[in-house]
């Protein structure tokens, strides 16, 4: 449910502390505004995965003493935020587009951001996007960051600054749903709820590095290759390619999917290379089958495999297109008899 913006009182926090709590936020943090603490809290013990939850006595008192603050929201247990930059030197709008690319479209959810949201600004895309998590996510570690300039906000890392808050440009920040700014503040109830493909994606950074493994995360390696992809790996399975990849799929079921892939992969890069075409086609039954059988969970597990099965993937392709990958032919301008075919691997 969604409370309206009415003023009570003089000051960021004055006027919008009550009402975060009232729409259903359990903490709404006094932060400074402006010189060298600006952004950090006024009170201490309430923040970070330490931090206890302030009753509604204490909450009152902040209200009255600290009504000049800005103001920030610690955020529920089942609710996450990433924080996309896109200012300056920082590309987290960019990044976002390849992840989403790669993973799925992130659905449309509150922002809170000072920097607005006309198309002609460059800063346009920056700002903290909310969503609530499923409940299966509820107590997994989350990474500190998704990828390049997009950090990730947790009830115990960090927190969001929104409305009536003044950024030290003097800009106000505000909510936004679908980029047209609200004039009601919104629950946790109103978030959209992130997709399972990125729950599975962020657990698998935080499984691979721990809290900072977003940091070494390398986009612009899974853009080079899913673009080398859409460049040589499309149209139409040509002989050699509809013969080869009903083998690649076979030889996931006997044996070590993680060889079976590799090969697969080598061998359809080395053939697209050579001018062959349609390896898409023919390595998407082989991916989901390698997904299948290496993110495969035991009773009572979590289903965080996927995830790390679907970044081992990508990793094998952007390592074949690296090795092999350079020199593409410019036509399929012979489709070589398969018996004389090197389908066994031994030569690669």
Known sequence: MSTRMTPEEDGPYGKAARAYLKAGWPESLPIWKGGSR????MVRGYHGREGIWPDKT???MWASRYRLANVALRLPKWVIGLDVDQYDDKCGADTLDE???DIGELPTTYMSTSRGRDGADPDAMSGIRLFAVPADYDD???PSQAGPDIE????YERYAICWPSLHRTG???QWYLDGVPVRYLPSPEDLAVLPVDWCEYLVSLANRGGSHAGATFDVSAASSARQWMENYGGGDECAYIAEIGP???????????HEAA???VAQAVKAAAEGHTGINSALWPVRESFIARVGARGAGQRRRGEGKATSEWRAMVAGAIKQWGGDVAESDSVCYDLAEADLDGRNG
């Open 171 to 173: 800009k106000v920040y």
């Open 247 to 257: 083998r690649w799929l076979a030889a996931m079921s006997n044996g070590s999917a």
């Open 152 to 155: 990730v906000i947790t009830w």
């Open 38 to 41: 600006d952004k950090q809290p």
């Open 58 to 60: 204490t909450a009152q």
């Open 140 to 142: 997994v570690a989350w």
């Open 99 to 101: 992840l989403q690319a």
């Open 262 to 264: 590799k090969l697969a």
